[in-house]
C-alpha cells in the first residue's frame, strides 16, 4: 500500500509569482486535506476535497486554490506569492469524511523570496 | 471543536513509559480527542482516537477520563524515535479540518 507523496520536495520561488503543489492519496482514500505549516507553529487548515469538490475552507484568501482529479490526486495552486507563504506544505488523505485518521504526506517546502 | 490543552515540553528517559497530558475541559459529547505526532521536518503521524473508553493501540494507549474533560496519551516504551511534538486534537463526527495547537515536545533521553 502506498503512502500518501507530495511533489515537489521543495521549492524556491519570488515574491508575486505562481505555485502547484501535487499530492498523491493513499489508495483507497478519496478525501484530501491541505494544510500550511509556518516555521515553530502547527499546521492551519487550508481546504479540503472530497470527491472532487471542495468540502471546507480555512482562513485563507482565494488565491490560494486547489482541484481534486478523478483520481483522488489533487494540487494546491497558490496566485501573487507573498513572502509569508513560505512554509511547509502538508497534504492529508482519509477514507471518506467524519470520524477518520487522517494520514499525512512528507510536504513541500516552499521559499519565497 | 473544542479548544485543548497541553504542556510546552517534557522529558522522558529511554525506555520508561512517556505520559502526555491533555486538557479539554470544554468538549462536546459529539467531539473525539486525537493524538499525532510530528517528529522535524516530516508530516505529522496519526497515533490514535477516542470518543470515551480508553484505547489502545500498537503505539499508543489512550486514557479518557469520566468526565471526557482530560485525557493520557502513554507511551508504553518510550524509545529516542519517540522524540517528536505531540498534538492533542478534539475534533466532531462532522468534522473536516485538524485545528492543530502548540502541542507537547517530548524529548526522550538516553
Known amino acids: 500500500e502506498t503512502g500518501v507523496t507530495q511533489s515537489p520536495t521543495h521549492l524556491i520561488k519570488t515574491r508575486g509569482q505562481q505555485v502547484t503543489l501535487r499530492c498523491s492519496s493513499q489508495s483507497g482514500h478519496n478525501t484530501v486535506s491541505w494544510y500550511q505549516q509556518a516555521l515553530g507553529q502547527g499546521p492551519q487548515f487550508i481546504f479540503q476535497y472530497y470527491r472532487e469538490e471542495e468540502n471546507g475552507r480555512g482562513n485563507f484568501p482565494p488565491r490560494f486554490s486547489g482541484l481534486q482529479f478523478p483520481n483522488y490526486s489533487s494540487e494546491l495552486n497558490v496566485n501573487a506569492l507573498e513572502l509569508d507563504d513560505s512554509a511547509l506544505y502538508l497534504c492529508?488523505?482519509?477514507?471518506?469524511?467524519?470520524?477518520?485518521?487522517?494520514?499525512f504526506g512528507p510536504g513541500t517546502r516552499l521559499l519565497v523570496l | 471543536d473544542a479548544k485543548t490543552t497541553q504542556p510546552p515540553s517534557m522529558d522522558c528517559a529511554e525506555g520508561r513509559a512517556a505520559n502526555l497530558p491533555c486538557n479539554h475541559s470544554?468538549?462536546?459529547?459529539?467531539?473525539?480527542v486525537y493524538w499525532y505526532r510530528q517528529i522535524h521536518s516530516q508530516g505529522p503521524q496519526y497515533i490514535i482516537h477516542g470518543l470515551k473508553n480508553n484505547e489502545t493501540n500498537e503505539m499508543a494507549s489512550l486514557i479518557i477520563t469520566e468526565d471526557r474533560k482530560s485525557s493520557t496519551l502513554i507511551l508504553p516504551h518510550a524509545t529516542l524515535r519517540d522524540t517528536a511534538v505531540y498534538y492533542c486534537?478534539?475534533?466532531?463526527?462532522?468534522?473536516?479540518?485538524?485545528?492543530f495547537g502548540g502541542g507537547t515536545r517530548l524529548m526522550v533521553k538516553p
Open positions: 470544554t468538549i462536546s459529547g459529539n467531539e473525539y
Open positions: 492529508a488523505s482519509r477514507e471518506g469524511l467524519g470520524v477518520r485518521a487522517q494520514y
Open positions: 486534537i478534539a475534533l466532531n463526527n462532522a468534522g473536516n479540518m485538524l485545528t
